[in-house]
Protein backbone atom coordinates (compact mmCIF):
# COMPACT_ATOMS: atom_id res chain seq x y z
CA UNK A 1 0.00 0.00 0.00
CA UNK A 2 1.29 3.48 -0.99
CA UNK A 3 2.23 5.92 1.24
CA UNK A 4 -0.56 8.57 -0.07
CA UNK A 5 -3.20 5.74 0.72
CA UNK A 6 -2.02 4.79 4.09
CA UNK A 7 -1.80 8.75 5.05
CA UNK A 8 -5.53 9.10 3.14
CA UNK A 9 -6.61 5.82 5.38
CA UNK A 10 -5.48 7.56 8.94
CA UNK A 11 -6.79 10.78 7.71
CA UNK A 12 -10.26 8.86 7.03
CA UNK A 13 -10.07 7.50 10.56
CA UNK A 14 -9.21 10.49 12.26
CA UNK A 15 -12.14 11.90 11.06
CA UNK A 16 -14.26 9.44 11.75
CA UNK A 17 -12.98 9.49 15.49
CA UNK A 18 -13.31 13.11 15.78
CA UNK A 19 -16.95 12.93 14.54
CA UNK A 20 -17.45 10.43 16.83
CA UNK A 21 -16.11 12.72 19.89
CA UNK A 22 -17.58 15.68 19.14
CA UNK A 23 -20.79 13.61 19.34
CA UNK A 24 -20.26 11.88 22.30
CA UNK A 25 -18.94 14.95 24.10
CA UNK A 26 -22.14 17.44 22.92
CA UNK A 27 -24.86 14.25 24.35
CA UNK A 28 -22.84 14.10 27.61
CA UNK A 29 -23.09 18.53 27.24
CA UNK A 30 -27.08 18.33 26.58
CA UNK A 31 -27.23 15.87 29.66
CA UNK A 32 -25.16 18.37 31.78
CA UNK A 33 -26.58 21.06 30.58
CA UNK A 34 -23.51 22.66 29.18
CA UNK A 35 -24.49 22.14 25.37
CA UNK A 36 -21.44 22.39 22.39
CA UNK A 37 -22.12 24.77 20.57
CA UNK A 38 -21.48 24.32 16.92
CA UNK A 39 -21.30 20.07 17.80
CA UNK A 40 -23.71 19.95 14.54
CA UNK A 41 -21.35 21.83 12.00
CA UNK A 42 -18.35 19.84 13.24
CA UNK A 43 -19.73 16.59 12.92
CA UNK A 44 -20.86 17.60 9.34
CA UNK A 45 -17.21 18.66 8.53
CA UNK A 46 -15.81 15.45 9.84
CA UNK A 47 -18.14 12.96 8.80
CA UNK A 48 -17.71 14.52 5.25
CA UNK A 49 -14.25 13.98 5.25
CA UNK A 50 -14.49 10.52 6.28
CA UNK A 51 -17.01 9.83 4.35
CA UNK A 52 -15.31 10.98 0.66
CA UNK A 53 -11.85 9.22 1.87
CA UNK A 54 -13.74 6.00 2.51
CA UNK A 55 -15.58 6.14 -0.92
CA UNK A 56 -12.54 6.81 -2.20
CA UNK A 57 -10.25 4.31 -0.98
CA UNK A 58 -12.90 1.64 -1.13
CA UNK A 59 -12.97 2.67 -4.97
CA UNK A 60 -9.21 2.54 -5.54
CA UNK A 61 -8.69 -0.55 -3.52
CA UNK A 62 -11.71 -2.67 -4.52
CA UNK A 63 -13.37 -3.20 -1.51
CA UNK A 64 -16.70 -1.51 -2.25
CA UNK A 65 -19.50 -4.44 -0.97
CA UNK A 66 -20.70 -6.21 -3.41
CA UNK A 67 -23.57 -9.40 -3.52
CA UNK A 68 -21.38 -12.51 -3.68
CA UNK A 69 -24.41 -14.20 -3.22
CA UNK A 70 -25.50 -13.48 -6.88
CA UNK A 71 -22.16 -12.97 -8.59
CA UNK A 72 -20.54 -16.48 -7.07
CA UNK A 73 -23.15 -18.37 -9.06
CA UNK A 74 -21.95 -16.95 -12.23
CA UNK A 75 -20.19 -18.39 -14.70
CA UNK A 76 -16.41 -16.67 -14.67
CA UNK A 77 -17.22 -15.09 -17.94
CA UNK A 78 -20.43 -13.76 -16.33
CA UNK A 79 -18.77 -13.05 -12.96
CA UNK A 80 -16.35 -10.92 -15.91
CA UNK A 81 -19.13 -9.24 -17.40
CA UNK A 82 -20.82 -8.11 -13.87
CA UNK A 83 -17.17 -6.38 -12.74
CA UNK A 84 -17.90 -4.54 -15.79
CA UNK A 85 -21.40 -3.58 -15.28
CA UNK A 86 -20.79 -2.88 -11.44
CA UNK A 87 -17.76 -0.63 -12.58
CA UNK A 88 -19.30 1.15 -15.46
CA UNK A 89 -22.83 1.93 -13.03
CA UNK A 90 -20.18 2.71 -10.50
CA UNK A 91 -18.45 5.62 -12.89
CA UNK A 92 -22.02 6.59 -14.43
CA UNK A 93 -22.64 7.43 -10.47
CA UNK A 94 -19.58 8.94 -9.66
CA UNK A 95 -19.97 11.41 -12.45
CA UNK A 96 -23.04 12.08 -11.87
CA UNK A 97 -22.68 13.00 -8.00
CA UNK A 98 -19.23 15.45 -9.80
CA UNK A 99 -21.32 16.76 -11.74
CA UNK A 100 -24.42 18.06 -9.07
CA UNK A 101 -21.43 18.88 -6.47
CA UNK A 102 -19.39 20.84 -9.17
CA UNK A 103 -22.22 22.88 -10.32
CA UNK A 104 -23.08 23.76 -6.55
CA UNK A 105 -19.80 24.46 -5.93
CA UNK A 106 -19.57 26.95 -9.06
CA UNK A 107 -22.94 28.15 -7.97
CA UNK A 108 -22.40 29.09 -4.95
CA UNK A 109 -18.08 30.55 -5.03
CA UNK A 110 -18.73 33.64 -4.28
CA UNK A 111 -21.26 33.25 -1.84
CA UNK A 112 -18.48 32.51 0.35
CA UNK A 113 -20.61 30.45 2.43
CA UNK A 114 -20.07 29.56 6.14
CA UNK A 115 -21.52 27.48 8.75
CA UNK A 116 -23.66 29.35 11.32
CA UNK A 117 -22.25 29.22 14.19
CA UNK A 118 -18.71 28.35 14.11
CA UNK A 119 -17.86 30.02 10.16
CA UNK A 120 -16.64 26.11 8.96
CA UNK A 121 -16.32 27.36 5.28
CA UNK A 122 -18.39 25.06 2.98
CA UNK A 123 -16.50 25.98 -0.03
CA UNK A 124 -13.36 24.19 1.21
CA UNK A 125 -15.57 20.99 2.26
CA UNK A 126 -16.75 20.70 -1.39
CA UNK A 127 -13.79 21.52 -2.73
CA UNK A 128 -12.62 18.53 -0.62
CA UNK A 129 -16.04 16.22 -2.04
CA UNK A 130 -15.18 17.25 -5.63
CA UNK A 131 -11.56 16.24 -5.43
CA UNK A 132 -12.19 12.86 -3.81
CA UNK A 133 -15.35 12.11 -6.48
CA UNK A 134 -12.53 12.76 -9.36
CA UNK A 135 -9.91 10.40 -7.90
CA UNK A 136 -12.43 7.73 -7.51
CA UNK A 137 -13.87 8.68 -10.95
CA UNK A 138 -10.47 8.07 -12.21
CA UNK A 139 -9.26 5.08 -10.28
CA UNK A 140 -12.77 3.31 -12.07
CA UNK A 141 -12.42 5.11 -15.47
CA UNK A 142 -8.72 3.38 -15.29
CA UNK A 143 -10.02 0.44 -13.76
CA UNK A 144 -12.53 0.09 -16.51
CA UNK A 145 -10.18 0.92 -19.81
CA UNK A 146 -7.82 -1.61 -18.37
CA UNK A 147 -10.34 -4.44 -18.76
CA UNK A 148 -11.62 -3.31 -22.12
CA UNK A 149 -8.01 -3.72 -23.18
CA UNK A 150 -7.55 -6.98 -21.95
Known amino acids: MSGPLK?????????????????TLAVIGRHLGIPVTGSIELMQAAVLVSGA????????????ARVRLFVDRLSPAG??????????????????????????????WDAHEKSEILGVPWRLLRLFANACLI???????????RKVQS
Open 53 to 64: LGLTIATIVQSH
Open 7 to 23: AAIWLGGIALLAATAID
Open 135 to 145: VAAASLAVRIA
Open 79 to 108: QAIADKVSDTLSLIFFLALLIGSAWISIDL
